[in-house]
């Protein structure tokens, strides 16, 4: 009986992590766009009507040069001059690093044209969540959708067995 209690408050203590982290990502947010919203500014020029990646990081961070820096190119080469990816070096831009909230490294942000932070990324974050979310909180499609997909359809094989 007593694990059972022990366990109910480590998932307690777990869950009210979560809430906690969820909940200081939306303020921080929430922050982020009521400096925006009131031209404080967020140190950070961008071009009116683009959507931008800002990403954070510093040159001794292994996981940003060797994941995230390549899934930033990828994107960069696939929406070209629909996307601004904008790289900030964290330990050269405290000033930005403090104004963004930064705590780790990488840290992505996905603004919106009109130049809000819509969502925040902790931690390496792959292309393909970071594409569902241009399109989700930027507007931002891929060149292909819209168009008519051809689908390919192979003919099933067949295989004969021969008896010996």
Same mark, same amino acid.
């Given at each position: 009986?007593?694990?059972?209690?022990?366990?109910?408050?480590?998932?307690?203590?777990?869950?009210?992590?979560?809430?906690?982290?969820?909940?200081?990502?939306?303020?921080?947010?929430?922050?982020?766009?009521?400096?925006?919203?009131?031209?404080?500014?967020?140190?950070?020029?961008?071009? $009116?009507?683009?959507?931008?990646?800002?990403?954070?990081?510093?040159? $001794?961070c292994?996981?940003?040069?060797?994941?995230?820096?390549?899934?930033?190119?990828?994107?960069?080469?696939?929406?070209?001059?629909?996307?601004?990816?904008?790289?900030?070096?964290?330990?050269?831009?405290? $000033?930005?690093?403090?104004?963004?909230?930064?705590?780790?490294?990488?840290?992505?942000?996905?603004?919106?044209?009109?130049?809000?932070?819509?969502?925040?990324?902790?931690?390496?974050?792959?292309?393909?969540?970071?594409?569902?979310?241009?399109?989700?909180?930027?507007g931002?499609? $891929?060149?292909?959708?819209? @168009?008519?997909?051809?689908?390919?359809?192979?003919?099933? @094989?067949?295989?004969?067995?021969?008896?010996?």
């Amino acid at each position: 009986m007593e694990i059972l209690i022990r366990l109910g408050i480590a998932a307690l203590i777990i869950c009210a992590g979560i809430v906690l982290y969820l909940a200081s990502t939306r303020l921080r947010l929430f922050v982020l766009r009521r400096r925006a919203t009131r031209n404080i500014g967020l140190g950070v020029e961008l071009r $009116d009507g683009v959507p931008a990646i800002l990403y954070f990081s510093t040159p $001794d961070c292994a996981p940003c040069h060797t994941v995230q820096e390549p899934v930033s190119e990828e994107l960069r080469a696939q929406y070209g001059d629909r996307l601004q990816i904008v790289q900030i070096d964290a330990s050269q831009r405290t $000033d930005l690093a403090n104004a963004w909230g930064i705590l780790s490294v990488p840290t992505t942000f996905i603004v919106d044209g009109r130049g809000q932070p819509r969502h925040v990324n902790n931690g390496v974050t792959p292309a393909p969540r970071l594409r569902q979310q241009l399109r989700e909180f930027a507007g931002l499609t $891929d060149a292909g959708e819209g @168009k008519p997909r051809t689908v390919v359809r192979e003919e099933p @094989k067949l295989y004969h067995t021969q008896r010996s």
